[in-house]
T-cell receptor, first 111, second 115 residues
Framework: GEDVEQSLFLSVREGDSSVINCTYT??????LYWYKQEPGAGLQLLTY?????DMKQDQRLTVLLNKKDKHLSLRIADTQTGDSAIYFC???????????FGKGTTLSVSS | DAGITQSPRHKVTETGTPVTLRCHQT?????MYWYRQDPGHGLRLIHY???????DKGEVSDGYSVSRSKTEDFLLTLESATSSQTSVYFC??????????????FGPGTRLLVL
């Protein structure tokens, strides 16, 4: 069945890079997403990548996709205290279908 | 932010009472979804809609019903609330075609406490 796994916690110092990892099981996943959730708030779309891509960069964010290993990572360069949040990885098979979410990685940034 | 509002934002109710949550969008997106978020489970799909009057069940649909009579509104009803339905409920929308097809945008959430 479908499953998305993430490590639960990551702690970094301000200015360092953060790398959040995600593995998924459904090889037919076409779309992979990263969302950010701050305390008491909804989910904010950070970025997404299609399965025919290996990498996507957007300002401080870099997404790497290894389809062979079904592994997705989100790198945040120059991590700031405002980046402290829960980060969710999600997959879907095709446009419009349900997202399958990981349980989220709590990123804690210390100054 | 996508134009998605949810109401109410917070609700406390008693076991056995009916509850209706509303999601309203101004983006004219065809697809709408209801998820619940619980500690240790991430987000799970309850129901979704792929057009007016077209709905389908998700992973955790028992005890919930939905209705969509207009493109902009998607209602989630708990027919008889139970304590296990205490959760944070999120609405999402997506457009299945065009640039970024299928990308889901989320509302601010409704916190529901069933006593």
């Amino acid at each position: 069945g479908e499953d998305v796994e993430q490590s639960l916690f990551l702690s970094v110092r301000e200015g360092d890079s953060s790398v959040i990892n995600c593995t998924y099981t459904d090889s037919s996943s076409t779309y992979l997403y990263w969302y950010k959730q701050e305390p008491g708030a909804g989910l904010q779309l950070l970025t997404y990548i299609f399965s025919n891509m290996d990498m996507k960069q957007d300002q401080r964010l870099t997404v790497l996709l290894n389809k062979k290993d079904k592994h997705l990572s989100l790198r945040i360069a120059d991590t700031q205290t405002g980046d402290s949040a829960i980060y969710f990885c999600a997959e879907s098979i095709r446009a419009g279908t349900a997202l399958i979410f990981g349980k989220g990685t709590t990123l804690s940034v210390s100054s | 932010d996508a134009g998605i509002t949810q109401s109410p934002r917070h609700k406390v109710t008693e076991t056995g009472t009916p509850v209706t949550l509303r999601c309203h969008q101004t983006e004219n997106h065809r697809y709408m979804y209801w998820y619940r978020q619980d500690p240790g489970h991430g987000l799970r799909l309850i129901h979704y809609s792929y057009g007016v009057k077209d709905t389908d069940k998700g992973e955790v649909s028992d005890g919930y019903s939905v209705s969509r009579s207009k493109t902009e509104d998607f209602l989630l009803t708990l027919e008889s609330a139970t304590s296990s339905q205490t959760s944070v409920y999120f609405c999402a929308i997506s457009e299945p075609s065009g640039l970024g097809a299928g990308t889901q945008y989320f509302g601010p959430g409704t916190r529901l406490l069933v006593l």
